[in-house]
């Protein structure tokens, strides 16, 4: 592995590993992405886990184990799936691809966050779409309780929408729009990595836990990592930490 790069993604999980792609594939920067759990390579090399491969369950045999207090009253433990695996919680997750409201993004332009609204945002929710093969399932593919819960809330005068993806709905019952593809989960690796990976600037190490990043001179110039249990220093012109909260 090399020990200095253009660009040094920490983490590779929902975001790490879209980011990662996407650099390798739109730039000639050299990117090294690290991820603390395992990179079990594309998609058609057959080397996934079923368990996270099958959308119909939540692929909980990679998960970090966190658990806290979901509020200061409650005295039991809750567990805070989050996945430890290329791809991160996109690889063990429900599928559910929503982007929200209008109204949201248009907000958080108004509050001074140029390039946030609605407008601005939606070529690239079109284009994460597309690459992480999101469709609405169809009536005939729901289980009988999700039915049921639809049949309900119909009931109940709740409108029955045909895409709860529409921007300016704020109220609605429908299935949900998912990224699964033939009843694979399909995660961000598959939709971001695996296109680039043949490229000779795309460096994508698993089992690879970054403790912390150094600076020198008030910037970020490496990261110290264990990899594959060993201590390295890794250097990058540029560090994007994507290694979740």
């Keep these: 592995m090399s ?17 990662a792609g996407l650099l390798a594939e739109q730039t000639d920067a050299s990117v090294l992405l690290l991820e603390a759990g395992p990179d079990y390579g594309p998609f058609e090399g057959g080397r996934w886990p079923v368990e996270l491969l099958d959308a119909r369950h939540i692929g909980l045999s990679h998960d970090w184990g966190y658990q806290g207090l979901a509020h200061p ?20 997750n429900g599928c559910v691809a929503l982007a929200g409201h209008r109204r949201d993004y248009d907000h ?24 992480l093969r999101v469709r609405i399932p ?26 709860l993806d529409e921007p300016d ?21 598959f ?13 994508v190490r698993g089992g690879a836990l970054v403790d912390r990043v150094l600076v020198e001179g008030g910037r970020a110039v490496a990261v110290e990592a264990s ?9 990058a012109g540029r560090i994007v930490l994507a290694a979740g909260a």
């Excluded at 009253?73 to 063990?92: M, Y």
């Excluded at 939709?191 to 460096?203: F, G, K, Q």
């Design 3 to 19: 020990e200095a790069s253009d660009i040094l993604v920490v983490g590779g999980g929902t975001s790490g590993a879209a980011l």
């Design 73 to 92: 009253t409650h005295e039991a433990l809750t567990a805070f799936n989050r996945a430890r695996v290329i791809g991160g919680c996109s690889a063990h």
């Design 108 to 131: 958080w332009a108004e509050l001074g966050n140029a390039g946030w609204e609605y407008e601005a945002v939606a070529p690239a929710f079109a284009r994460a779409r597309r690459r």
């Design 138 to 163: 169809g009536d005939d593919e729901v289980t009988p309780y999700q039915a049921a819960f639809v049949a309900g809330a119909v009931a109940a005068g709740i409108p029955r929408v045909a895409n």
């Design 169 to 189: 709905d704020d109220r609605g019952v429908g299935v949900s729009p998912a990224n699964i593809a033939e009843g694979v989960r399909w995660n961000t690796a």
């Design 191 to 203: 939709a971001y990595l695996d296109p680039a990976r043949a490229r000779p600037n795309l460096t």
């Design 227 to 235: 990899v594959d249990g060993r201590r390295q220093v890794l250097r």
